[in-house]
């Protein structure tokens, strides 16, 4: 296989060199670089990053149990499609935590907290591609949690919405990301007011949009989805 020039990625000498391949391969087929249906080599992405085949092999272990590859003895390793009921399933299971999450936010937000979330949102309007986009949005609903005193549950959430973050990407594509950010900017009000009822309504709307967009995206990209 040629791996698109798009995916590069450097190995950090003193880091695990497993959850580093694991880390480069989910932001690219979560982005889109690496599309479903696409085969990976594990010589290729070893040769890329420059390490040996086994941490890329563990690695590609630990995407298949996050759904995003499809081992195949005998065949190869592809970049599986995306499910959408499990998109579907994702988004009810994060809403549920995150709304327990802004409410405990709300409760005794620090300072600090604010200024980093005001900060995220600032960074949010000046990022210059929806991958930029996405990873400011990934830390800001991060440092609720932390705000919440629950970094553990928001790392608990990573496996299980990674075919709700493919979806994601697809939906920045066409969505006014500028709605987005006034979405997290009143966020943050509520959080500051220590208004709960008001940053769980913000949170479920902000939430819900990904199933009302699924339809749409579907369509606009059949080749991503099963059928």
């Given at each position: 296989?040629?791996?698109?020039?798009?995916?590069?990625?450097?190995?950090?000498?003193?880091?695990?060199?497993?959850?580093?391949?694991?880390?480069?391969?989910?932001?690219?087929?979560?982005?889109?670089?690496?599309?479903?249906?696409?085969?990976?080599?594990?010589?290729?992405?070893?040769?890329?990053?420059?390490?040996?085949?086994?941490?890329?092999?563990?690695?590609?272990?630990?995407?298949?149990?996050?759904?995003?590859?499809?081992?195949?003895?005998?065949?190869?390793?592809?970049?599986?499609?995306?499910?959408?009921?499990?998109?579907?399933?994702?988004?009810?299971?994060?809403?549920?935590?995150?709304?327990?999450?802004?409410?405990?936010?709300?409760?005794?937000?620090?300072?600090?907290?604010?200024?980093?979330?005001?900060?995220?949102?600032?960074?949010?309007?000046?990022?210059?591609?929806?991958?930029?986009?996405?990873?400011?949005?990934?830390?800001?609903?991060?440092?609720?949690?932390?705000?919440?005193g629950k970094a553990r549950a928001w790392d608990h959430l990573q496996r299980l919405k990674s075919q709700m973050d493919r979806v994601r990407f697809l939906?920045?594509?066409?969505?006014?990301?500028?709605?987005?950010?006034?979405?997290?900017?009143?966020?943050?009000?509520?959080?500051?007011?220590?208004?709960?009822?008001?940053?769980?309504?913000?949170?479920?709307?902000?939430?819900?949009?990904?199933?009302?967009?699924?339809?749409?995206?579907?369509s606009a990209h059949p080749d991503y989805f099963t059928p």
């Open positions: 296989m040629t791996l698109p020039a798009a995916f590069q990625f450097a190995l950090h000498p003193n880091r695990s060199v497993q959850p580093q391949a694991a880390t480069a391969l989910r932001h690219a087929i979560l982005t889109g670089i690496l599309p479903p249906g696409t085969r990976l080599s594990e010589q290729d992405i070893a040769d890329a990053i420059g390490t040996s085949r086994q941490p890329v092999r563990e690695a590609f272990l630990r995407l298949s149990g996050e759904g995003l590859l499809d081992i195949r003895p005998q065949r190869g390793t592809f970049v599986s499609k995306i499910n959408a009921l499990e998109v579907l399933d994702a988004r009810f299971v994060r809403e549920a935590v995150e709304v327990d999450l802004i409410r405990l936010a709300c409760q005794n937000p620090t300072p600090e907290g604010l200024q980093t979330l005001r900060a995220l949102v600032a960074r949010q309007s000046a990022a210059a591609t929806p991958a930029d986009f996405m990873g400011l949005d990934e830390t800001f609903h991060r440092t609720i949690a932390q705000i919440a939906q920045l594509q066409d969505f006014p990301i500028p709605a987005l950010i006034d979405a997290h900017a009143r966020m943050v009000d509520a959080i500051s007011a220590r208004a709960p009822d008001r940053a769980e309504a913000e949170i479920r709307t902000h939430l819900r949009l990904i199933e009302a967009d699924l339809p749409g995206i579907q």
